[in-house]
C-alpha cells in the first residue's frame, strides 16, 4: 500500500488518475524540486514496479518511458532542471539463489 504522497495520482493497480497527478506536480512535486535546487540538493526519481521488480517486462518498461516523456513534455520545470534525475527502472532483476527463494534485486 502506498502511503507518500496520499493523493499522487497513482493507483494500486498502477494506472495514474491524471489530474489528481497534475496535481500533485503541480503542488508537491515541482516545488519540492525547486527547494532542493535552492539548497544545491540533487532529486531522485526512482521507478518502481508494484510487484518489486520481480515482473519488469516490456510493458511496465514502455509504461515508464512513456510517463517520463509525458512528465517533461508538460512540465519544463522538471525537464529543465539541473538538479533532477530519473531511475526508469530501479533494480530490474531478482536473482534467485539456493539460500533463499528470492535474492537481491540487481
Known amino acids: 500500500m502506498r502511503t507518500w504522497p496520499p493523493n499522487d495520482g497513482w493507483r494500486n493497480d498502477g494506472t495514474v488518475d491524471e489530474a489528481l497527478q497534475d496535481r500533485a506536480w503541480t503542488n508537491l512535486y515541482i516545488p ?50 539541473e538538479n533532477v534525475m530519473i531511475e526508469i527502472c530501479n533494480e530490474p532483476v531478482v536473482i534467485r539463489n539456493p539460500i533463499r527463494q528470492r535474492g537481491l534485486a540487481i
Not at 39 to 54: H, L, M, T
Not at 69 to 76: A, Q
Open 32 to 81: 519540492y524540486v525547486k527547494h532542493c535546487q535552492s539548497r544545491g540538493v540533487y532529486v531522485v526519481f526512482c521507478g518502481n514496479a508494484p510487484d518489486g521488480g520481480q515482473f519488469m517486462g516490456a510493458q511496465h518498461k514502455t509504461n515508464m518511458i512513456r510517463y517520463w516523456t509525458r512528465i517533461f513534455n508538460r512540465y519544463p520545470e522538471i525537464r529543465d532542471a
